[in-house]
């Protein structure tokens, strides 16, 4: 199986400065990544993805950061901003006989200070 | 709007008393599935589908039922829910490997 974690369960920033976000894994079979922000009473959203055959992939603003070795990624958001603020989790995928099983982090609470 | 929908997107009611959240895509997705969203827990699944007449159970199925009769509706049946299945309920929808998720229903079984 596949179990994801260590996700701090908040975390504040100023207004501005770099956030990073980070999630362990712990099946090295894992060979999908997903981060997802999800705000107070939405669902959901997607921000970003990386298989594994890369180690970085970048956005508007984000960047997701993978180490296999480690099983480890990161979410880093460039000059954070009021509307940033929501909680963040990974979401990691693995094919599992012919269904791709995935197993959801239990999100770290952004808080940016304005 | 490519979106997936639920209701209703809150919900009281008493233990026993049957009902059903429903859930429609209009992404023509194959997959959509059900999660319950608890505190301190990520989200968890609870049945699948992979299209239509073809569901299969999630990680916590035990207590509720689905059905696929069309490709845009799969509904969340609870036959007769307890207060354990009090919890902020996900509908999700995908054709690769990206879910879009629904704007979540809030239940309370008292």
């Known amino acids: 199986g596949e179990s994801v974690g260590l996700h701090l369960p908040t975390l504040s920033v100023q207004e501005g400065d770099n956030s990073i976000i980070n999630c362990a894994y712990s099946n090295s079979a894992s060979d999908y990544f997903i981060w997802y922000k999800q705000e107070s009473g939405k669902g959901p959203q997607f921000i970003i993805d990386?298989?594994?055959?890369?180690d970085k992939r970048q956005g508007q603003r984000v960047t997701v950061l993978l180490n296999k070795t480690v099983k480890h990624l990161s979410l880093q958001i460039a000059a954070t901003q009021p509307g940033d603020s929501a909680v963040y989790f990974c979401a990691v995928t693995m094919n599992s006989g012919g269904y791709q099983k995935v197993t959801f982090g239990t999100g770290t609470k952004l808080q940016v200070i304005p | 709007e490519a979106q997936v929908t639920q209701n209703p997107r809150y919900l009281i009611t008493v233990t026993g008393k049957k009902l059903t959240v429903t859930c429609s895509q209009n992404m023509n997705h194959e997959y959509m599935s059900w999660y319950r969203q608890d505190p301190g827990l990520g989200l968890r699944q609870i049945y699948y589908s992979m299209n239509v007449e073809v569901t299969d159970k999630g990680d916590v199925p035990e207590g509720y039922k689905v059905s696929r009769k069309e490709k845009r509706n799969f509904p969340l049946i609870l036959e007769s829910p307890s207060p354990n299945q009090t919890s902020l309920y996900f509908c999700a929808s995908r054709k690769t490997d990206t879910q879009y998720f629904g704007p979540g229903t809030r239940l309370t079984v008292l």
């Open positions: 990386i298989r594994s055959n890369m």
